[in-house]
């Protein structure tokens, strides 16, 4: 490049498609140079050799020494004359001078990627996603969301989210990330509103400011919250729920569709349908104690009018499937893991500490850990992860009568899943507080100040808190 400002020795006619001559002086160094210096061009981002010496050392050591024998250079871009041995230099200043540095540049690497794409795309493995050039001429870009239907080996949950998505993806101009992440959003608020609804219906005596302020408390619950900002079917999978909980009396053709539908975002949801159809036998039947027949002929109507055609449907579909989970049946295999009810037992009593603790019981509990006594501490822990179980479960002096088929739910939902995820508990989570009564004004206040602290926390790690794996390429972030 120095040379080329006092010389024209380095300049070079090229000829265009239509014939026109240009002459290239110090922009055939500068063009490449920007692939090792992108400061050139003022990107705050390492050089490709750099990039490359990265990515090697985030490997496992015993590999290393092959991966530095092996670099291999492709694509369009490494067309310039002397780049292999440029890269190879580079790469030898940055890597330990014990390792042997061979830079490869095979003649066809302009078509490498291609190529490399090609034999990827011709595997029998990905045959059932080509798409036909006949198929693409006649829908375009159109075809593209049918082939979901090519890739259920793929899926291991009802398409409920997809079918919700296409819907906006016909407004183009509406379909961008920020859009369908607001999707999220709306459903939050949504779902804050039914979860209004609810407690007003459970506790009809509790005035609406204490009412709206526990569906906020509760639209806050960190793990709730944290996956308002994202596109996921979280959102909308606790808002249908809420909805068919909340709205059991509508006519039976509409919640035939509503549980339908809430089936179809995740098919585990079926498990809280049940509970609420038993839960409106139970409010019937303790409305209507003295007549023990006509709550039988109810019962009796209420599984035939509200749930017959939905577990009818949901029992000849795990038959047909073979199981409950799709697709990758391998990968999500059904199997008892009962230490999940421990787990969710422990999480729940954690975000519904100000109900369990005083200050004074903290101060005691701090004191024992402060002198390390950390036998006393774990024996606390468990008998308060006990009395949670027993109190919020199976107390008789709650109001709430419907604590046995909440555990019940819970087992059902949460034993057959082999991963521990917090989002698992969102929805059981929401019914157990639903039904818990709770009716002290500032457990409900510690518990909104519990949350906004442990959000603004998972918040500031997710965004400026970014770390790395060794074993996983780029940029990682915190989520529950």
Known sequence: MEVSKTSSSVEKNYELPDGQVITIGNERFRCPEVLFQPAMIGMEAAGIHETTYNSIMKCDVDIRKDLYG????????????????????????????????????????????????????SLSTFQQMWIAKAEYDESG???????????????????????????????????????????????????????????????????????????????????????????????????STCHVSFNSEEEVPVKFIAWGFVVLIRQTNIIWMLFVACAGVIEFAQSHQRNSAEVVEFSRSKEKDDLSANRKAFVAFVRWNGSIVLGAKDAHAVSPHFAQLLYFAVVSAVFMLPVHFSLGQVAVLFQQFRKNKLLNFFQWLMALTVSFLSVQFFSKKSEDSLGAGIFVACAASLIPAPLIEFRYY?????????????????????????????NCFTMYMFLFQPFSWKHEAGTQRFIW
């Open 70 to 121: 092996n670099v291999v250079l492709s694509g369009g871009s490494t067309m310039f004359p002397g780049i292999g041995d440029r890269m190879s230099k580079e790469i030898s200043a940055l890597a330990p001078s014990s390792m042997k540095i061979k830079v490869v540049a095979p003649p066809e690497r302009k078509y490498s990627v291609w190529i490399g794409g090609s034999i990827l795309a």
């Open 141 to 239: 870009a159109a075809v593209l969301p049918r082939q979901f239907q090519k890739l259920g080996s793929m899926i291991t949950t009802p398409p409920g989210l997809l079918f919700c998505m296409q819907a906006v993806s016909s407004f183009p101009d509406s379909c961008s990330t920020s859009v369908l992440r607001l999707t999220n959003g709306v459903l939050s608020v949504l779902c804050s509103i039914l979860v209004y609804e609810i407690i007003t219906h459970l506790r009809p005596s509790l005035d609406d400011k204490k009412a709206t302020f526990r569906a906020v408390v509760l639209s806050l619950y960190p793990v709730h919250w944290f996956f308002t900002f994202l596109l996921y079917r979280c959102g909308i999978s606790n808002s």
């Open 426 to 454: 969102t929805i059981p989570f929401f019914f157990l507080i639903l039904h818990t009564n709770i009716t002290g004004h500032k457990s409900w206040l510690f518990m909104g100040v519990l949350y906004l602290s442990i």
